[in-house]
């Protein structure tokens, strides 16, 4: 039977398209100053971009008929094969410019400059506007973040003042990114209006991430935002050597024996993160492996001990390579069957893995995932039949009061059927004293209570502006202000 083709409105907010023009704008004088040399990096990669850039002047098109005509677009199927373009793109770049290409000969007749905003602004002024100096061009790294440093808590004020109270909160949300639920353009939305603090990646396609990170921290400085969004990853090895075809070079967490490779294991990783433009990997996993269901390989075995000295391996290694590790899932998930992606569940007793977590904070990992998993049975850390992630009892009482962790706590997905059955998850995780939500239903809704809780509790409003002051921190030791030249 054939299938009619599909109608649809095509409504595009502006802010978008103006990223996108934006862009365009910075591509086209490159190419006019002959400042893009292809030959030194993959080609598919330059197709890729050419692609998307393609996409982008599409994409404005169908905004102005959007906009000016409302008319109704026509899709069907198979009419224009993504896969086709994608390779025609490679081919036209080698036929038009041969590789290795040291002149673009399209650079003469590319005049399209002066259609696009910021008529006249040379490239290297535009990206230095809105900078604003603060750091006094002194460059912080992770090893920054704990220490004792009256420079550094000047800049975090003088950043915090720089904010509404609104655009606190939202440095606590981390968004999500994925292709099919939540594509560019709703992240994009988010960032151009400020109802975000960063950005989690769900994509198989390193080239794809590299391409994303950059259209959002340009969305970031399109909207003149002070700070600059937080990228991070699920970059366990059990999951990132299938992810990126890395099966042949890494090895699943559990095949890992020493502290050595460990620590190899973590430094690639690393550098593979850095090079997509990430700054968080949400690994390592420091629950033991009992839990075959959803743990299993992800773990660096059963012994508490060998666990501790791995995880611990992994953390300082990432964190030397200036991508920031996270011990996950707090208060431990590896010691009883079932899965927090499908329901609650709960540890009878006290968790076993606390001591690998309090090894991990005794050395300095900078955060720590509490997992949606409950305690009962315990008189000191049952959860009152909630998962850990919305116990303030688990997650100030225990994580930062009784082990002393002062960095940055970071919930579990916000996605998971173990917290999605409580009502305002993402509100009741902060009040817990979570200082991260971790992909909330709903981020504005999420900015709206805690805004309108803070007027009237001033110890929660207390309580959230430390843990704005922590992420603030973390983003200037892993130099996300936007201030490009420091100046």
């Known amino acids: 039977m054939c299938q009619k083709s599909k109608e649809i409105v095509i409504k595009v907010p502006y802010s978008v398209v103006y990223v996108k023009l934006n862009r365009l704008r910075r591509i086209i004088a490159g190419i006019r100053e002959?400042?893009?040399v292809i030959r030194e990096k993959n080609p598919e990669v330059c197709a890729y971009e050419i692609f998307l850039s393609f996409y982008d002047i599409l994409y404005i098109i169908v905004w102005l008929n959007g906009e000016r005509q409302k008319v109704l677009m026509i899709i069907k199927r198979?009419?224009?094969?993504?896969?086709?373009?994608?390779?025609?793109?490679?081919?036209?770049?080698?036929?038009?410019t041969g590789l290795p290409i040291y002149r673009n000969p399209l650079a003469d007749i590319l005049m399209a400059q002066e259609y696009l905003p910021?008529?006249?602004?040379?490239?290297?002024?535009?990206?230095?506007?809105?900078?604003?100096?603060?750091?006094?061009?002194?460059?912080?790294?992770?090893?920054?973040?704990?220490?004792?440093?009256?420079?550094?808590?000047?800049?975090?004020?003088?950043?915090?003042?720089?904010?509404?109270?609104?655009?606190?909160?939202?440095?606590?949300?981390?968004?999500?990114?994925?292709?099919?639920v939540n594509p560019s353009d709703v992240v994009l939305d988010l960032i151009l209006n400020k109802k975000t603090g960063g950005v989690i990646f769900f994509e198989d396609s390193a080239d794809k991430i590299?391409?994303?990170?950059?259209?959002?921290?340009?969305?970031?400085?399109?909207?003149?935002?002070?700070?600059?969004?937080?990228?991070?990853?699920?970059?366990?090895?059990?999951?990132?050597?299938?992810?990126?075809?890395?099966?042949?070079?890494?090895?699943?967490?559990?095949?890992?024996?020493?502290?050595?490779?460990?620590?190899?294991?973590a430094e690639t990783i690393a550098l593979i993160l850095k090079d997509m433009g990430l700054h968080i990997n949400y690994a390592p996993v420091c629950d033991i492996s009992f839990n075959r269901e959803i743990i299993g390989n992800r773990s660096f075995g059963s012994d508490i001990e060998m666990v501790s000295v791995l995880s611990h391996a992994f953390i300082e290694s990432?964190?030397?390579?200036?991508?920031?590790?996270?011990?996950?899932?707090?208060?431990?998930?590896?010691?009883?069957?079932?899965?927090?992606?499908?329901?609650?569940?709960?540890?009878?007793?006290?968790?076993?893995?606390?001591?690998?977590?309090?090894y991990a904070i005794e050395n300095g990992v900078i955060s720590v995932m509490v997992g949606h998993i409950g305690v009962r049975n315990h008189d000191k850390y049952d959860t009152g039949g909630k998962p850990s992630?919305?116990?303030?009892?688990?997650?100030?009482?225990?994580?930062?009061?009784?082990?002393?962790?002062?960095?940055?706590?970071?919930?579990?997905?916000?996605?998971?059927?173990?917290?999605?059955?409580?009502p305002m998850p993402s509100y009741e995780a902060a009040r817990a004293g979570c200082d991260m939500i971790l992909m909330p239903d709903d981020e504005r809704l999420f900015i709206r209570t805690v805004q309108k809780e803070i007027q009237i509790d001033e110890m929660f409003r207390h309580q959230i502006m430390d843990s704005v002051r922590k992420i603030i921190r973390l983003k200037v030791c892993l130099g996300l202000i936007n201030d490009a030249e420091d100046e």
């Open 34 to 36: 002959n400042n893009i």
């Open 78 to 96: 198979k009419i224009i094969n993504l896969k086709t373009v994608y390779i025609a793109c490679l081919f036209l770049l080698i036929s038009i």
């Open 118 to 180: 910021d008529e006249g602004v040379p490239v290297e002024k535009a990206e230095k506007n809105g900078s604003f100096g603060i750091t006094n061009g002194r460059k912080y790294n992770l090893e920054d973040f704990f220490a004792q440093d009256e420079e550094l808590d000047e800049v975090v004020n003088l950043l915090m003042d720089k904010l509404t109270d609104e655009e606190k909160i939202s440095q606590m949300v981390i968004s999500y990114f994925t292709q099919n």
């Open 210 to 265: 590299n391409y994303l990170t950059e259209i959002f921290n340009d969305a970031a400085r399109s909207s003149s935002s002070v700070l600059l969004p937080i990228f991070a990853i699920d970059g366990e090895p059990s999951f990132i050597r299938y992810q990126f075809g890395l099966a042949g070079s890494l090895p699943m967490t559990g095949r890992i024996e020493t502290e050595e490779e460990s620590r190899r294991v």
């Open 318 to 358: 990432t964190q030397a390579k200036g991508i920031v590790a996270t011990a996950k899932h707090f208060p431990g998930h590896g010691s009883v069957r079932g899965d927090t992606h499908k329901g609650l569940i709960f540890v009878e007793g006290k968790p076993p893995e606390l001591p690998v977590f309090r």
């Open 389 to 422: 992630s919305l116990s303030r009892n688990i997650v100030t009482g225990l994580l930062k009061n009784e082990l002393g962790f002062k960095g940055i706590v970071v919930t579990d997905a916000m996605k998971m059927k173990a917290v999605r059955s409580f």
